[in-house]
């Protein structure tokens, strides 16, 4: 029969049941039970309930974005607060949630202030027939001005002691969601280990300012003349989020805490590559507000197509497995090298990579003299950077070739050991010490020629 | 004045009939995928007769995803390779598309699609399997796009199926009949190969049913039978001169030029005559066969013409002439056709009428009769209990594509009287799911 039918998307995150990892974030797709139903009507596995806490007022516009060229919305920003819907209806409508999709993940995101209302508002939610809970410390505006938010999140005390008196109070899992507005994402990952959190979800929104209004010299989105740092999500911020992901699935003392992976999914490798590095489950906020939820289509069927050609069954046989490979700078191989390779067939000679070694790194790249456009790599100069090959438009077309044996490995941590740290500049990977680079007096004497044969 | 040469070899074949959507390269695919814009309950995808996923399988392309986007064209339509090429794309989904509305050039969703097929056809993935075997047996009389989608599906639901078909190709009219500048034999036949090699369907070639013996022999061996028969060879006109040498039928004439490509003789001056899409294709073929002077003959005005506008700008763009307002009298010629007799047209009151003492003569060695296929009628009479319409359509329940007769269903051209390939590979597996409904059922 179909391999598909061996594929099993299910995940018990902590406790939390659900058909598959697909996770609506809390934020306005999951204002409203009429959205999570719709979302888990389309195919989506679980959703983080809009942050529920106190009443609140939203600023009216209240989204930016990050348009790069005709791509909309790259980046997004938002100066929303939490949810400004009534409790009772949030927690009403949770309740019918749940009785309609009993098997699908329900979690109330939550963000109060005192003691008194965390115990309050966790009896409420688990009442109203919660899955689990989600601790909002991320959001970087407005709530922070109150002591919430990411206010928390930046103080790991405070955060390991509201993380404390949660797990008291609390009878359903725990997630504890984690701002990227910090330098170093261990101490928050840390500080809610030890308040004993079941699970961490990252990350919230990074504190930005999309664009000024060229007319009222306000950043967006502007109110009323003036603006303020928004919470930038979407595509931009993926790096960053696997980057955090990853340093707190490779700390001893936090890799063994389930993660939810947040941060610029829009699509299944964004979904792979998040659980490649140790998520067990994924979030959407950014790309559901833009496409909807349909696109939960092409997270499923691309995941199962992945894990159907890898041979895994559950994402359990492969989440993690590139932690291992991500690993710091000094144990990473000096003696390896690749070059650019130009594929002449494929060329449509733009001169881009020419351009962008010559002018931004190396000049290992040379035009062409025969009156084509194709252009050259200078092997002895080329330092294998790859920017050439990001630069140029054409699919494979630049492809960076490996030039050494592999026999050798030397490392920058193995040179320290055995106390042999360079002490000239003999870098053969940068042509050695005698590398070449053009006289500086060259600059002047390539000046292309107009029309008419004068410089200019 | 002809603008290509006479065909010698094969090569100058592939030349003249060089293909219109040839196969993207990966850059295009990644730049054109970009583009699609993952509308909310796409027009594209409403426009497209099989309702293939559009949005879904453009985003699959550029994420890297091919083979899962082959898979959402075919779980909708199992001719998804040949109709990328061949379905009249500006009239359906890229016509559609929202960038038209702000004069962007539309999504190139036809080219996608076969980027996507062609990808599994070349390396052979198996997307299919058969279902269980559940041990019922369905015939299907005609290989065209109706019964091979057909075939397919039942054979995802656990049906032993049996194609019996006239010919000794599959896919009907899509080798035999579609121009040869829209997709080359070799494609055609590679999705057949690609579709059966997983599903598993028989097909008995030169088995045309043609006898009542026949098809009680079939109703005795198989749970249900499916009709896609398409239509006949081309209708007489009922004229003097119509038996000439020189007189071809178009779907005749282009069945040859599929078949023999440069072996065909074409003449020198070729009069086409009629207005519709396949009046096109064979004023077009005989143009690129390298004939001296193409004349299309319409008995109406340009606009009341049946073909796609871009049909016709292909063949005046191939160096045909339109004659517009002639209507032919007769086809002159003793043993060989040497010319053709008409009268010109006006229009009065909406109605054709011809103008007393206009007649006129066009001399040719070549007249193409491309004024419609006949219908199947004769063998369809067979059939007991089978209604059809007044033009000799099969009737059938449009949610299941049963006929009156309970044990058949039809499809394709012969229940639309003749429209495109996508229908009959929408009908197909319409029909199978009914066959599927009403045998699990009885
Ligand atoms: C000249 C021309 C150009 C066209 N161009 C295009 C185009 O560019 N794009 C497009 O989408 N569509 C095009 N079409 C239309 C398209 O080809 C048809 O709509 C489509 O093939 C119909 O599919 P079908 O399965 O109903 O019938 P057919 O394709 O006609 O197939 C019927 C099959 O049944 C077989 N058969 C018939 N009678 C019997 C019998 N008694 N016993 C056994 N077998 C039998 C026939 O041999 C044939 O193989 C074109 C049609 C013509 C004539
Ligand atoms: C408009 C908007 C409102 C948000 N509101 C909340 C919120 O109430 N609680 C919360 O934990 N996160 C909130 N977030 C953050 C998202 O849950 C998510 O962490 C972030 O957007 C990153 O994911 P993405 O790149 O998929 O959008 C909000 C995001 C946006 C864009
Ligand atoms: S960037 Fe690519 S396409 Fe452009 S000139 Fe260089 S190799 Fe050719
Ligand atoms: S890899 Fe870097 S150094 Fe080498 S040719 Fe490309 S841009 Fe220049
Ligand atoms: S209408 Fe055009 S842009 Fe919109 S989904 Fe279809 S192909 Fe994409």
Redesign the interface.
Known sequence: ??KKDKIDLSVNFVGIKAPNPFWLASAPPTNTGYQIMKAFDAGWGGAVWKTLGMPTINVSSRYGSTNYR?TRMAGFSNIELISDRPLEDNLREMTEVKKHFPDHAVIASLMVDTREEWEDIIKQVEDAGADGIELNFGCPHGMCERGMGSAVGQEPEVLKTIVEWVMEAANIPVITKLSPNISHIIDPGLAAVQGKTDAISLINTVKSIVGIDLDSYAPYPVVDGKGTNGGYCGPAVKPIALHMLKDLMQHPEIKNTPMSGIGGIE???DVVEFILLGATSVQVCTAVMH??F??V??LE??LI??MEDKGYTTIYDFAGKALPNVTDWKHLNLKSEVKARINKD?CIGCDLCYISCDDGAHQAIALPTDGSRIPTIIEENCVGCNLCSLVC?????ITMEKFDDGKEHETWHELTESDRIPDTWNDDRAGGKGHWVPEPIEALKTKRKDKSGWKK | MAEYKRLATEQDFKENFKQKKPLM???QA?YESS?CL?C?DAPCMDACPTGI?I??FI??I????T??AA??IYDSNWMGNACGTICPTGILCEGACVYNNQDVAPLLIGRLQNYATMSVIESGKQLY?PG?ENGKKVAIIGAGPAGIACACELRTLGYTVDIYEAKSLPSGLTVHGVAPYKITNEEVMAEMDYLQNQLGYTIKYNNAITSKAQLSELEANYSAIFIGVGLGVTATLNMTGENLNGVHGAVEFIEELRMKHSEIKIAHKVVVIGGGNTAMDAASGSARLGAEEVTLAYRGDKERMGAYGFEYDLAIGAGVKGLFNASPLEILGKENVEGIRFIKTVIVDGKLSTIVGSEFTVECDMVIKATGQAKQGTFLSLIDGLDLDNRTRIVVNVATNQTSNPMYFAGGDAINGGAEVVNGAYDGKLAANGIHEWLTQH
């Open positions: 029969m179909n005709d699509t299944w490798r496409y909807g349909g696109i289509r092409e069927a691309g197509n992945f494929k438009p054409v699919e494979d077309c | 390269n990966e850059t990644h583009r993952f909310y996923d949005p879904l985003k699959q550029q994420t890297g995803n083979v899962g898979k959402t399997s269980e």
